[in-house]
């Protein structure tokens, strides 16, 4: 088999796995969490991956995202689908502001001045009076899809949101496989190839920049509606730092390295308290059950020893691998 019909493999075994998944004892709303992550770090991917530009600030598109869809669905009592909508379209909205005053900067400097806009915007969600502050959006209701299918039921609300984060991911493979993403990929190797061979690279950088903030707000959106709330914690800067963490770890410029990396870092703070307890119980060792209160100190350690073991990301060392016994 080739390498296409593999990877079509792979992810068809985990395109099942989680549509099985409600049925095998997995809890729907953690399950849901952690795709909406591997949402928010593929539209990360997208800029960073494959067009090497270093952004600072998408918790702001996450964040904003989250708060004008939960917003939209708790004061102006728009349907669902219309609140994903708004919400997508509010972060590509911010992502061409963004990316309007940042994309002519390169390096550091790109990467400081989206950092500034999005403490800018979390300021404006910690002082706005529709936010609630620090005590963050709270009862959102999920309502019903198309005003006919109820998602109260986590179940529903389960397959909805894989159906979404599943178009969403096939709509980052076809943006990465167009010429689009071909001459993103030119820019990422060679800048000043693809401006002596005739393309306006600030125009595409400006584009997928959008692209990547648009995604990130429907990440941030449908977040808000799995778990009814969105708080400050989602357009704080340490959001865009754990996206970093999630793409680095998981395997820069890959497809699947943003999926893993996510699942990485989401089980570790959701769950390092429970693997600390069995690891407790079956070496007898009672430091184990204190790792729950250690989990930046663990994420961290595991993120220096990819970097140091794994530089091309769990993902790309495997896929690395595959090509050299190939």
Not at 42 to 62: E, K, M, V
Not at 300 to 305: A, D, K, R, W, Y
């Amino acid at each position: 088999m080739n390498k296409n019909t593999n990877n079509l493999l792979a992810y068809g075994v985990l395109l099942l796995a989680l549509v099985a998944a409600p049925f095998l004892g997995a809890y729907p709303v953690f399950v849901m969490k952690l795709m909406c992550f591997a949402l928010y770090a593929s539209a990360f991917n997208l800029l960073l991956g494959y067009t090497g530009l270093l952004s600072f600030g998408h918790a702001a598109f996450l964040g904003g995202a989250a708060y004008l869809c939960g917003h939209s669905i708790k004061v102006w009592g728009l349907n669902p689908e219309w609140a994903l909508l708004l919400g997508t379209a509010g972060g590509a909205f911010l992502g061409w502001i963004f990316g309007m005053l940042a994309i002519r900067r390169q390096g550091i400097y790109f990467s400081m001045i989206t950092l500034a806009l999005a403490q800018m915007l979390f300021f404006v969600c910690l002082q706005a009076p529709f936010t609630g502050g620090e005590d963050g959006m709270q009862g959102v209701p999920r309502g019903a899809l198309f005003g006919v299918l109820d998602l109260k039921s986590d179940l529903a609300m389960y397959y909805v949101a894989l159906a979404v984060v599943v178009l969403a991911f096939l709509l980052i493979v076809r943006i990465i496989h167009s010429p689009f993403g071909q001459v993103l990929k030119g820019i990422k190797e060679n800048e000043a190839r693809a401006i002596s061979l005739g393309y306006d690279t600030q125009r595409y950088k400006l584009l997928a920049f959008v692209l990547s903030a648009a995604l990130a707000g429907l990440a941030g959106s449908l977040k808000t509606l799995v778990l009814g709330f969105a708080t400050l914690s989602d357009v704080h800067w340490t959001s865009s730092g754990e996206v970093i963490l999630m793409t680095l770890v998981g395997g820069l410029g890959t497809l699947s390295g943003p999926l893993l990396g996510s699942a990485v870092v989401v089980v570790l703070e959701n769950k390092l308290g429970e693997i600390g307890n069995l690891l407790a119980a079956i070496s007898g060792v009672d430091w184990f059950k204190t790792l729950g209160e250690s989990v930046t100190m663990v994420t961290g350690l595991i993120f220096v020893i990819c970097v140091l073991a794994f530089r091309r990301g769990i993902m790309g060392e495997i896929l690395a691998l595959r090509d050299r016994f190939k």
